[in-house]
């Protein structure tokens, strides 16, 4: 196999287990959401309205496109890996388990830095008309809208790894662990449907937050806390439509 089909390989590989885990995530949470469930879940559907089934192909579409996106970054990933530069270490005994937690906290931290900064970026009226007007063509999202993005977007969104790996000292486990649950938290903010018991704290941006987002465009930027938003006061609870 010369280099060129092992490249591609590694990238249809790395693709189709970004696809596995998001269609794992989004999935089930459709599947008992929206195929499945029953009426004590419906009325906690933020959009009493359900979507249109072609409005869920195109946030398909979009998401496996994003993916593919995504798996694409394993060759920039690989050969940052071995020109040695990045704060990457072997063993968890290297920094310990209490580094490894931090570190995924950490990761959390910069990615919703980097999420709320970019996304108030892309809501320019320019880049909002040539770009993220492709997600929020998704006024009534579901779990498959998490990743649809237009393509510069999906690229875009994907900056945050470098400054992780080039700035924490980070394990490939913890890495691995912080992108899934990205992955996993980003379906829940498109769920479409209000889960009391997934709220943690005032601090933390929900799927009712996260829906008005797509509803109003000038408020909610946030990813994972309120906090970006309510310190820059774009933090806005909504009233529920029907
Ligand atoms: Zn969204
Ligand atoms: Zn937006």
Redesign the pocket.
Known sequence: MNFQESSIGLWLLVSAFFVARYVLMAGISFLVFYVYSGKGAKSKKIQKKAPSTQKITKEIFYSLLTLLIYGSGIWLFIGWLEAGNTLHYENISDYGIPYFIVSLALMVVIHDTYFYWTHRLIHHRFLFKHIHKV?HQFTN?TPW?AFSFHPLEAVLSMGVVPIIIFCIPWHQSALIAFISFMTLYDVY??LGYDLKQLRLGQWQNTAED?NH??QNARVNFGLYFRIWDQLMGTYKKLPRTV
Do not use: L
Request: aromatic share 0%; charged share 0%; proline share 12%.
């Open positions: 997600h999202p809208s903010i498109h996260h987002h797509h």
